[in-house]
């Protein structure tokens, strides 16, 4: 009777445990973008990621963190159901984080560019035709397997020689944009906006000077010439093709869902 006693007692404490486990970042899985309509999405503050799912989800619900990671790790930890942030971004996290997807299905779809002053029309065409020739002979589709693997982290930045001949070309950056412009273990800013950035200057016969500074701060450097260029993960949109030239877009991504897998 006892040793009956004792399975019972030990069977009672495995069904407590799953159930404690099943209630701490478990929950049901999500596949499809429809299913999350009035449920609470991980959003950073002071981005407008909300306002987008509320265009596309009008009864959602917010819990406000510090950026895109907080955002997955509540997730991640149950705290929400879903985050929602630029489509790569999330993707670089997600690779990272075993557990956590990203839906296929987008909230919003945005196309990202490099900016340019209004009348800087050369580097915009010597922009879009290197991001051409790169397309046509696969290196560009290799820097989307580099920058954003499957699983794992981003691999290390290639070396550009370049020459300088023709003076310094001035990038803009926010370095807080991974896997597009951000730091790596050695403090340097690398990244896909930044290898794109040095393919342009070896193309014009230029040294790449990378200049960082808040994301807020990129379009008004362009605009006063404190930069030639910006380049972090810049959404193109029609206010801001009122203050600066954009290049065609060279990446496709928006706004999207994470969730547990």
Same mark, same amino acid.
């Given at each position: @009777?006892?040793?009956?006693?004792?399975?019972?007692?030990?069977?009672?404490?495995?069904?407590v445990?799953?159930?404690?486990?099943?209630?701490?970042?478990?929950?049901?899985?999500y596949?499809?973008?429809?299913? =999350?309509?009035?449920?609470?999405?991980?959003?950073?503050?002071?981005?407008?990621?909300?306002?987008?799912?509320?265009?596309?989800? *009008?009864?959602?619900?917010?819990?406000?963190?510090d $950026?895109?990671?907080?955002?997955?790790?509540?997730?991640?930890? &149950?705290?929400?159901?879903?985050?929602?942030? $630029? =489509? *790569?971004? !999330?993707?670089?996290?997600?690779?990272?984080?075993?557990? !956590?997807?990203?839906?296929p #299905?987008?909230?919003?779809?945005?196309?990202?560019?490099?900016?340019?002053?209004?009348?800087?029309?050369?580097?915009?065409?010597?922009?879009? +035709?290197?991001?051409?020739?790169?397309?046509?002979?696969?290196?560009?589709? $290799?820097?989307?397997?580099?920058?954003l693997?499957?699983?794992?982290? *981003?691999?290390?930045?290639?070396?550009?020689?370049?020459?300088?001949?023709?003076?310094?070309?001035?990038?803009?950056?926010?370095?807080?944009?991974?896997?597009?412009?951000?730091?790596?273990? +050695?403090?340097?800013?690398v &990244?896909?906006?930044?290898?794109?950035a040095?393919?342009?200057?070896?193309? =014009?016969g @230029?040294?790449?000077?990378?200049v960082e500074? *808040?994301? &807020?701060d =990129?379009?008004?450097?362009?605009?006063?010439?404190?930069? $030639?260029?910006?380049?972090a993960?810049?959404?193109i949109?029609?206010?801001? +093709?009122?203050?600066?030239?954009?290049?065609?877009?060279?990446y496709? &991504?928006?706004?999207?869902?994470?969730?547990? #897998?």
């Amino acid at each position: @009777m006892r040793r009956l006693w004792t399975v019972s007692l030990l069977l009672l404490i495995l069904a407590v445990a799953a159930l404690a486990v099943a209630g701490c970042g478990g929950g049901k899985a999500y596949t499809d973008i429809s299913q =999350l309509a009035d449920k609470t999405f991980a959003v950073p503050t002071g981005t407008v990621a909300d306002k987008l799912v509320l265009s596309t989800l *009008p009864n959602a619900k917010f819990k406000y963190v510090d $950026d895109a990671l907080a955002a997955c790790l509540a997730v991640k930890d &149950g705290k929400a159901d879903a985050a929602a942030y $630029d =489509l *790569p971004i !999330l993707k670089n996290i997600a690779a990272k984080n075993e557990g !956590l997807t990203v839906l296929p #299905q987008m909230i919003t779809n945005d196309d990202y560019g490099f900016a340019f002053a209004l009348d800087n029309t050369d580097l915009k065409a010597t922009f879009d +035709s290197v991001v051409g020739s790169l397309k046509a002979d696969g290196t560009y589709a $290799d820097m989307e397997k580099r920058w954003l693997p499957d699983h794992g982290n *981003p691999a290390a930045m290639p070396q550009i020689a370049l020459d300088g001949a023709n003076g310094t070309l001035k990038l803009g950056t926010a370095a807080v944009t991974e896997p597009f412009s951000f730091k790596d273990s +050695s403090g340097a800013v690398v &990244g896909f906006d930044i290898e794109l950035a040095g393919y342009v200057a070896k193309k =014009l016969g @230029m040294k790449l000077e990378i200049v960082e500074m *808040p994301f &807020g701060d =990129l379009i008004s450097a362009v605009q006063s010439g404190s930069v $030639d260029m910006a380049g972090a993960c810049i959404t193109i949109t029609a206010e801001r +093709s009122k203050s600066v030239l954009f290049s065609a877009a060279y990446y496709k &991504g928006g706004i999207a869902a994470l969730v547990r #897998q």
